[in-house]
């Protein structure tokens, strides 16, 4: 008996020390959300990545570890981000963040999980500092495509199906708006002309005033570079006004519900033929129907979330990101520290079946941007449709 009690012992003593988080049934991971206030659209997206991993603790867990996810209500506020993440790393102990939504809520929290060693992955946010600032603040990472990124590829598509465009901007006053902004005016690359921009903040009641002084500068085209409640102000703005410019708006606000609402708010005259890109699935689209992700998605929401709407794909979005960290659990290994999950954070090469086909989850230590590519769609009669060819979402 004393020589069993001794070799238990000597085990435990050339164990290494569990992980914070990291129990032998559990490994604790949290993240905060907009539950509520002006971006409560996106609380979907933690709904979702619970449901999956739901779905992968039924199938044993990672490495016989079921997945706990907490996830707490910021309002999208970052002062209350702030508060909830440190809540969650020194009271509630989990090993790692997960999506906190919001760029200026990723922002409010970087230098904290930094200086703690905490992995903060794949933020809700495409913002360059996010990505271009990797050596100073190594333990967070994006998963949207870059914000500056897309703002070019819209830029490129003007420059070159209509160079003479009069364009006009409504744009969060934030890392977000502006990173948009600037990737447009690089790559329309002299061509076309930025005739208005307007900015709004969070705490905004309406964009009404904003709308009626960029119509007021002529332009044919609208870019909406805002978030879902604000992208509807925009179209709604724009109806009341009798404007009918070509509407460019921001991949973070086009979720089939987020759409549907535009057109019962506005017309549907406004919100078709919108412009956006895309990098996962629609599961909402006909193209899609017997597509086994899709078909995973749907499966998944009916066991798990069955008062869900199915045309809210933030619940897909939030299926997508979770794969991908699921995908990063699987490879850090049965003992994971953080350490060895944030260096296998910086070594993916993944296929996502959630993502578009030909899209990869490819990062390195010199690489934070996850996605490289995106593809262009268009809004028509309820659905977006995509066109061309993936493109370059980098700059």
């Keep these: 008996m004393i020589s069993h009690l001794a070799a238990a012992a000597a085990a435990v003593a050339l164990s290494p020390a569990a992980a914070p988080g990291v129990t032998p049934t559990t490994i604790t991971i949290g993240g905060t959300v907009p539950l509520s206030g002006p971006a409560a659209a996106f609380g979907s997206v933690a709904r979702g990545s619970d449901a999956y991993f739901k779905y992968v603790n039924a199938r044993g867990g990672v490495h016989g570890r079921k997945i706990v996810y907490k996830y707490v209500d910021d309002a999208y506020d970052p002062a209350k981000t702030v ?34 060693k905490v992995p903060a992955l794949f933020v809700g946010s495409g913002v360059s500092k996010i990505a271009d600032e990797h050596a100073k603040y190594p333990w967070m990472m994006g998963y949207l495509p ?27 006053n ?5 990173d948009l902004l600037n990737g447009l005016r690089a790559g329309l690359g002299g061509k076309a002309k930025i005739v208005a921009t307007q900015s709004y903040e969070t705490t905004d009641n309406d964009v009404a005033s904003q709308i009626a002084r960029l119509r007021a500068s002529k332009a044919d085209t609208l870019m909406l570079f805002a978030t879902p409640l604000f992208a509807i102000k925009g179209y709604v703005g724009a109806n009341r006004l009798g404007w009918h410019p070509t509407i460019y708006v921001s991949s973070v ?46 499966s998944i929401l009916a066991r798990y979330m069955p008062a869900a709407r199915p045309l809210d794909v933030y619940n897909y979005y939030g299926m997508a990101v979770a794969y991908s960290l699921v995908d990063v659990l699987k490879k850090a290994g049965a003992n994971p520290t953080r350490d060895s999950v944030l260096r296998t954070a910086t070594h993916l090469n993944e296929r996502n079946p959630f993502l578009l086909p030909g899209i990869r989850i ?32 980098r700059r």
């Design 174 to 178: 934030s890392d977000f708006g502006k």
């Design 83 to 116: 508060v909830a993440t440190q809540q969650l790393v020194e009271q509630d102990k989990v090993f790692a963040l997960f999506d906190t939504v919001g760029t200026d809520n990723a922002l409010a929290i970087r230098g904290y999980v930094n200086d703690r």
């Design 362 to 393: 490819k990062t390195s230590p010199n690489d934070y941007y996850p996605m490289a590519k995106a593809q262009f769609v268009r809004y028509r009669r309820g659905l977006w449709v995509l066109f061309g060819h993936l493109v370059d979402a």
């Design 146 to 172: 870059s914000f500056v990124g897309e703002g070019a590829m819209d830029g490129r598509r003007i420059a070159k199906v209509a160079p003479r465009a009069k364009i006009a901007v409504l744009y969060e």
């Design 253 to 298: 606000a086009i979720s089939p519900d987020i759409m549907q609402i535009a057109r019962l708010a506005a017309t549907p005259r406004e919100v078709e033929n919108s412009i956006s890109i895309a990098f996962v699935k629609d599961p909402t689209s006909p193209v899609w129907k017997k597509d086994k992700a899709v078909k995973l998605y749907r």
